[in-house]
C-alpha cells in the first residue's frame, strides 16, 4: 500500500509520518507540502490512500482532492484538520472521502481510521483482481460456449436450461434471423491453423457463432446485419473465409449456404441446406447458395421429401434403420417418377437425398467416400438400382465403424464427467478423450442413457452442490466455483431450474433438518 501526506505544516507531516510508519510499517510513505504539489506527486506515485489537509495556501485540499479523484478515481482519501465545521465535512463526503481525522488525533485514533481504510481498499483491489480473473476465464471460455451452442441448435440437441443463458452470454437474442454457412475443407494440410482463422474472423465481425470442426466441415451461425441483405451478406463472408484459405498453404475449400429463418430453433434447416449446396463439386464457382440448387424451392414445396420427411429420414440414419432408409429414397423415386419428372432432375433430388445421409454419418464421425452416380442413368430402374446401392456403401460404413466402438464407450464418459464435473468440460473435449466426433457421442449418450451429456453434467454439478451445503462454512459462492460455474448468478439459475427452488432457500432447508 502507498500512503501520502499532504500538510503545509512540516511538523505536521512528520508526525503523521512517524504514527504511519509504526502502525504500518510495510507500506510505502511519501509527503506534499501543498495540495499543487500533492496533484503534481500523484502522477508519478499513484497513492492508493491521501491524508490531505484541507487549509492550505493556494491550492485547497478539498480542490486538491477534487482534481486527485477525476484523473484516478480509485484513489481514496481522509481529510486532516483542525476545522471541525459542517461545511467542509459536507464538502468532503461529496467528494468521496472515506473519513475524517481532527487535529490533534491521537496516534490510536489515527492507526483505527487508517487501518479501516486500508482494509476498503484491500478489498476493493481482491473484487477488481477476482473480476478481471473472472472475466479472462469467461473469454477464454466462449470459444467452447460458442461451439457447443452450435452444436446444440444444429443438432437438436437443445437443453432449456442452458441455451438462453449460454446464447445470452454470448450476446445475442435467440429471434434474430439468421443463416448457417458451412466450410468443406477440400484440401488443408493444417486444419487447426485454418480453424483458427476462421474464429478469429467472426470474432473480429461480431456477427456470427463457429461450430466445432468436424471430418473437415467448419459450420457457421451467422445472424443477419441490418441494412444488408441475405445474399450481399452471405455472399461476402463467403469471399472473406474464402481469401483466408488462400493465404493458408495448399488450402483448398467450398462453402455452402443456407437459406436465411426468422429464429435459432429453426436453424438446423439451414444447416441442411448448406450441406446440400455443398453436393455439386463441379461448379466453377468456390461458393453456392442453397436456393440457387435447380428447383430447390418447388421441392421444398412439394410432397417430395420436404423437411417433415427430410427429419423422418435422418432419424432413421441415426437410428441405424437402413431398410426403412431405402424405403424413403425408393419412395421419392416412385413419386418423382409418377409426377413425371424429368429423369436428371429426378437423378439429381436422388443424389440430395443420399448426400443429405452422407453428411449426417460424416458428422456422427463414420468415414464415408463422397456419394456419386457412376454414370447418367438411362431409366427410372437405373435410378433405383444406382441409388440401393449408393445407400448400401453408406450403410456398410456405419456399420463397420459401429463395430469399433467399444461397447462400453458411454459408460467411461459418464464416469470422466462424475469425476471431473466441476472442470470447463465441453462436447468436443469429452468427444477427444473416447476419440469419437461430439455429435456422435451426444447421440450414443442420449441413446443409452436417455439424457443428453449436458443435462448429465448439470444434475452431476447440482447433486455436489446440494452435499457440499451441508457445510455452513462455505459460502455459496465458494460452491459455485467449486462444482464448475464460474459465474454465481448463473449457478443460482441453474439449480432453481433443476430443483424448483433457490440455491439459499434450499440450504435454508436442509440446515433446519440438521438442527
Known amino acids: 500500500m502507498k500512503l501520502l501526506v499532504v500538510d503545509d505544516e512540516q511538523i505536521e507531516r512528520e508526525g503523521m509520518l512517524a504514527i504511519l510508519r509504526k502502525g504500518f ?105 477476482s473480476s478481471i480473473r473472472d472475466r479472462n476465464t469467461v473469454e477464454k471460455m466462449m470459444p467452447v460456449v460458442e461451439a457447443d451452442i452450435v452444436t446444440q441448435l444444429l443438432f437438436d440437441h437443445v437443453h432449456e436450461v442452458h441455451l438462453d443463458e449460454m446464447v445470452s452470454l454470448l450476446g445475442r437474442q435467440t429471434t434474430k434471423e439468421a443463416f448457417v454457412l458451412v466450410i468443406d475443407l477440400r484440401r488443408a494440410p493444417s486444419p487447426e491453423s485454418y480453424y483458427a482463422a476462421v474464429k478469429e474472423k467472426l470474432r473480429q465481425l461480431g456477427n456470427g457463432w463457429v461450430g466445432a470442426i468436424s471430418c473437415r466441415h467448419i459450420p457457421l451461425v451467422v445472424f443477419l446485419e441490418e441494412g444488408k441483405s441475405y445474399r450481399a451478406q452471405a455472399a461476402s463472408m463467403a469471399r472473406q473465409l474464402l481469401d483466408l484459405a488462400e493465404r493458408a498453404p495448399q488450402t483448398e475449400c467450398f462453402i455452402g449456404i443456407g437459406s436465411a429463418y426468422s429464429s435459432l430453433d429453426r436453424i438446423r434447416y439451414s444447416y441442411r441446406e448448406a450441406l446440400l449446396a455443398l453436393s455439386e463439386h463441379a461448379l466453377p464457382a468456390r461458393h453456392r447458395f442453397y436456393e ?38 425408393k419412395l421419392t423415386i416412385e413419386r418423382l417418377e409418377t409426377a413425371g419428372t424429368e429423369l436428371n432432375l429426378a437423378q439429381q433430388r436422388v443424389l440430395e437425398t443420399v448426400w443429405l445421409v452422407s453428411r449426417l454419418l460424416t458428422d456422427m464421425g463414420v468415414e464415408t467416400e463422397p456419394p456419386y452416380f457412376s454414370f447418367r442413368v438411362g431409366d427410372f430402374r437405373q435410378l433405383r438400382a444406382e441409388a440401393d446401392g449408393l445407400i448400401g456403401k453408406l450403410q456398410q460404413a456405419a456399420e463397420r465403424h459401429r463395430s469399433r466402438i467399444e461397447p462400453d464407450v458411454v459408460q467411461k464418459v459418464k464416469m470422466y464427467i462424475l469425476e471431473f464435473s466441476h472442470l470447463d468440460l465441453s462436447l468436443e473435449a469429452i468427444a477427444e478423450q473416447v476419440g ?80
Open 25 to 129: 510499517p510495510d507500506a510505502e510513505l511519501a509527503q506534499a507540502k501543498n495540495g499543487k504539489a500533492a496533484v503534481e506527486l500523484v502522477a508519478e506515485y499513484r497513492p492508493d490512500l491521501v491524508l490531505m489537509d484541507i487549509k492550505m495556501p493556494g491550492m485547497s485540499g478539498l480542490e486538491a482532492v477534487e482534481r486527485i479523484s477525476a484523473q484516478y478515481p480509485e484513489t481514496k482519501f481522509i481529510m486532516v484538520t483542525a476545522y471541525d465545521t459542517f461545511d467542509y465535512a459536507l464538502q468532503a463526503i461529496k467528494l468521496g472521502v472515506k473519513d475524517y481525522l481532527l487535529k490533534p488525533s491521537k496516534a490510536a485514533e489515527i492507526t483505527e481510521t487508517v487501518a479501516k481504510a486500508l482494509r476498503e481498499i484491500q478489498m476493493e483491489r481482491e473484487a477488481r483482481q
Open 292 to 329: 440457387d440448387v435447380p428447383s430447390a424451392a418447388e421441392w421444398l414445396s412439394s410432397d417430395f421429401p420436404g423437411k417433415e420427411k427430410e427429419m423422418q429420414l435422418l432419424d432413421h440414419v441415426r437410428l441405424g434403420q437402413w431398410e426403412r432408409v431405402r424405403e424413403t429414397v
Open 436 to 515: 469419437l466426433s461430439p455429435f456422435y457421442l451426444s447421440k450414443l449418450f442420449k441413446e443409452q442413457l436417455g439424457v443428453n451429456y449436458i443435462d448429465f453434467l448439470t444434475e452431476c454439478r447440482v447433486e455436489r452442490a446440494k452435499t457440499m451445503m451441508a457445510d455452513p462454512k462455505l459460502s455459496l459462492k465458494e460452491i459455485a466455483y467449486a462444482v464448475g460455474y464460474r459465474d454465481p448468478n448463473y449457478f443460482s439459475k441453474v439449480f432453481r431450474k433443476m430443483c424448483g427452488v433457490p440455491p439459499t432457500d434450499y440450504r435454508k432447508q436442509l440446515l433446519g433438518r440438521k438442527g
